[in-house]
């Protein structure tokens, strides 16, 4: 079901090796003001080619790039190519050493409707026309997207593990990732990942907004070629495809935040919660994350000086009104946002998804800091949803709210650059 097949990828010259960290750059959709300020200073940083400057044109990302292979700063690849690519990394206060185990390739386009690739979330339409605009001038994936396939035979990994023990690239990113790049240029071998991933669904973990942006390319020149065949560069679309059998696959979870939102008293929003919730005090707010971890439809409240453990009263849950598919209702964040945000706070479901109100944050640190510096309001502390939750809700035809997933780390831009040019691909 899946196409996928290697490519010639444009990379960096071997000069710039020894320096591929300051060459890297977060996805367009992480990075911040702070960081790209930094980037840009870089004049060959790839942060020029994703996320050009505001008030330049995605047609000066188009002229850059172009510069920069006329003066060799980045050179194609001589073979086609299949781009192992390992991230090793541990999460705080946590022993277990991580190493996510994947490979880049340029994969099918397929509609939604064709239900090979998956979504999880929707997208924001202005996003991904950002996304279109700048795939239109430059013909070029200046990162991928981060795609997961089912494999419990882990029948790749071996090839992978060997591809490793020749790098072409290491470097450690913006999230303290450790990053390893090999690449994969036996014909045979390659073979046996095109023909593994050929029965495959593929969930997209990340990128919805680039690889929609993709799709749009893609009909758009489709109906314009009298000629279409469907294999022509504009079909494809660079993808990192990891296995969900993988032990080392990480979602954390994903807070939210209130701010400047015309909150009762405390006593009131207690009273009102202790409506749905079980309601228990944490005496350290701190503890707020192990406290709920592993409970189901449990949520820290931090809100003022004070933090607590609410449970949603399992009873009630029969009692959401929202018309969603059963496997979406049970989601932690859906019970959040239905029996905290709209019936507690009293913001409707529609007013949700543009509330100015409600922001997301991943870092638990960042949440109490804000709620003590009183940036926020309150913040609801989330446990987040399972890589099991994710893959029954995309097979069962259905999508999660935004923000219900934090695929951790993330695929960095700036290794490995494909063009959908017909003369390149």
């Not at 390659?190 to 929609?212: N, S």
Request: aromatic share 12%; hydrophobic share 35%; net charge negative.
């Amino acid at each position: 079901m899946a196409i996928i097949k290697p490519f010639r990828g444009w990379r960096y010259a071997s000069r710039f090796t020894e320096q591929i960290g300051k060459l890297i750059s977060p996805p367009f959709d992480v990075v911040s003001a702070k960081q790209r300020a930094v980037l840009y200073q870089e004049p060959y940083n790839s942060i020029h080619i994703s996320v050009p400057k505001p008030e330049h044109s995605v047609q000066f990302a188009a002229k850059t790039w172009e510069e920069w292979k006329e003066s060799e700063i980045v050179i194609q690849d001589e073979l086609p190519a299949i781009y192992v690519y390992y991230q090793c990394f541990q999460l705080p206060g946590v022993a277990k050493h991580y190493c996510r185990k994947g490979f880049i390739a340029m994969i099918k386009a397929t509609y939604w409707e064709e239900k090979v690739v998956l979504r999880h979330e929707d997208t924001i339409p202005g996003s991904v026309n950002d996304r279109v605009e700048l795939l239109e001038a430059t013909q070029l994936n200046a990162s991928p997207t981060h795609g997961l396939y089912t494999d419990p035979n882990h029948r790749l990994e071996a090839f992978m593990d060997e591809s490793m023990e020749n790098l072409i690239y290491q470097a450690e990113d913006y999230q303290g990732v450790r990053d390893m790049i090999s690449v994969i240029t036996d014909p045979k071998v390659i073979h046996k990942f095109v023909l593994t991933m050929h029965d495959k669904q593929i969930i997209l973990a990340d990128g919805h907004h680039r690889y929609e942006g993709s799709l749009i390319h893609r009909r758009t020149h489709s109906q314009q070629n009298t000629e279409h065949s469907g294999d022509e560069g504009y079909n494809y679309h660079l993808m990192y495809l990891t296995n969900t059998e993988s032990e080392d696959l990480v979602i954390l979870p994903t807070h939210r935040l209130i701010r400047d939102f015309p909150l009762p008293s405390a006593e009131t929003i207690l009273d009102r919660a202790s409506q749905y919730f079980t309601i228990k005090p944490i005496e350290n707010a701190s503890d707020a994350p192990e406290i709920i971890a592993g409970k189901k439809w449990a949520f820290g409240l931090l809100f003022g000086d004070e933090s607590y453990k609410l449970r949603l009263k399992p009873e009630l849950f029969e009692t959401m009104d929202w018309d969603l598919h059963p496997d979406v209702k049970s989601l932690e964040t859906v019970v959040l946002h239905y029996f905290f945000i709209e019936k507690v706070l009293g913001i409707s479901r529609e007013q949700q998804a543009r509330s100015p109100h409600i922001s997301y944050e991943r870092n638990f640190a960042n949440c109490y800091h804000q709620v003590v510096q009183q940036e926020a309001q309150m913040a609801l502390i989330t446990n987040g949803v399972t890589v099991e939750e994710v893959k029954k809700v995309c097979y069962s035809g259905n999508i999660m709210p935004q923000k219900s997933t934090y695929f951790y780390p993330k695929a960095i831009c700036g290794f490995i650059f494909s063009s959908i040019r017909d003369d390149e691909v």
